[in-house]
């Protein structure tokens, strides 16, 4: 057996979550946006009940803040950070599960296709890589965490509208990406589906769109209101996941949601599987109970925490985007 990349429910070791660093990137909810990772941070962490959280800040006037919101036990690890979304740009992990073995995998990165891109970026999986000691794999090739999710089998999910983009790797078709992700990750098995959701900035990560609960089951949004701006993405990428053999799992949209008059990607998709939690993001719309309510079957044991992320999202991102977890060795 190679190395692969587990599911995120298999135990971790610990998670780095990025911190907010940049007034500029959360326009009017810069102090909302820490807030509510630092109540994220909080939640995972869980009183030492749920797992080890390093939070990544950029300095030490950065640290002093997190420091004011985390709860107690929460590790404040200051590094050189651009953008907080560290499932982006902080280094994979795998496991191989005959030696034991755990190794890093650290990809390119371009901000995403260009549009982002801020000092520290560039190279923070490198750095992060570098305080593990961990044999880490250096790919050249631009790919972002954010852009597939696996249910620990081999089966992985994406979406053509990312990781097809010619802004990341013009040169690189499903065939060569597909090769390029079993050596490096593990993949045996590809799901494809279409576009994610309108007005994302990453061109459609799946993270936001699909996700595992289960080997072979993936949780996908269901549209329950006319005005979702979402519902032929929804319909296209249940319809493509069916095809391929997976057990689709219907989960409540949090439908229209807008921010001075336009459509932000809003999803209870971007959920975080923790050690004693899953956090999920809310945005106070009708469905969020239903939503939280929904995902409990899959993971007993766990607790189904909803908390808010509107401001985060202002940012371009949620819970699963800022995080990425380290898991424990087999």
Known sequence: MTFRMPAEWAPHDWTWIGFPTSPDEWPGAFDGARRQIADFASALHADGKGEEVRLVVANEADADAARALVAPGVTIAVHNLGDVWLRDTAPIAVL??????????????NGWGGKYQMPGDEDIG??????????????????EGGAIDTDGTGLFVTTEQCLL????NPDLDRGKIETLLAGALGLSDMLWLGDGLLNDHTDGHVDNLARFVAPGKLALPIATTPDDPNTAIYADARARAKAHGVEVV?????????????????????????NA????????????QAALDAFAPFFPGRQIVGLRSDAILSGGGSFHCCSQQMPSLV
Do not use: C, H, K
Request: aromatic share 10%; hydrophobic share 40%.
């Open 165 to 168: 983009n010619p802004n990341r």
């Open 126 to 143: 490198a750095r992060l890589a570098a305080t593990t000691g961990m044999a880490t794999s250096t790919q050249n090739w631009v790919f």
């Open 250 to 274: 219907d989960i409540p949209s949090p439908g229209l949601v807008l921010v001075d008059g336009e459509a932000i990607p809003a999803s209870y998709m971007n959920f975080y599987v923790g």
């Open 277 to 288: 939690a899953v956090i999920v993001p809310i945005y106070g719309q009708p469905n969020d």
């Open 96 to 109: 191989n599960g005959v030696t034991g073995e755990r190794a890093l995998v650290d990809f390119g990165f």
